[in-house]
């Protein structure tokens, strides 16, 4: 059974540095496309940035130049290096991940975390 498990969530001040991780484990039968979303109570899961199986990446432009999407080299981890954090950035963030889609709609995606919190204060 595939599964994803966020982690590296936490509280920080504005203009710090957080990396999320997310590993995916059971064997997937196919690579797969994974993405980060948030979301704040009372809001639609917001996408954040996209790795596709090519390694093309894609960023929301409230992101951009600040955060950095990666994969580990088992293709099975897949990181969210923040920087410059903002308060804006508060959220629960969530891992997610497909073999067919690669878009920015979460409710897409075959797989997804439970997510980790991310606090940033001013």
């Known amino acids: 059974q595939v599964q994803l498990v966020e982690s590296g969530g936490g509280s920080v001040e504005a203009g710090g540095t957080l990396t999320l991780t997310c590993v995916l484990s059971g064997n997937p039968d196919a690579p797969m496309h994974m993405g980060w979303f948030r979301q704040v109570p009372g809001k639609e899961h917001q996408g954040v940035a996209l790795?596709?199986?090519?390694?093309?990446?894609r960023y929301v432009d409230s992101v951009k130049g600040r955060f950095t999407i990666s994969r580990g080299n088992d293709n099975n981890t897949v990181y969210l290096q923040m920087t410059n954090l903002k308060p804006a950035d508060t959220a629960m963030y969530y891992c997610a991940a497909d073999s067919s889609y690669m878009g920015w709609r979460i409710e897409r995606y075959l797989y997804r975390g439970q997510g980790t919190q991310v606090t940033v204060s001013s």
């Open positions: 790795i596709w199986t090519g390694g093309m990446t």
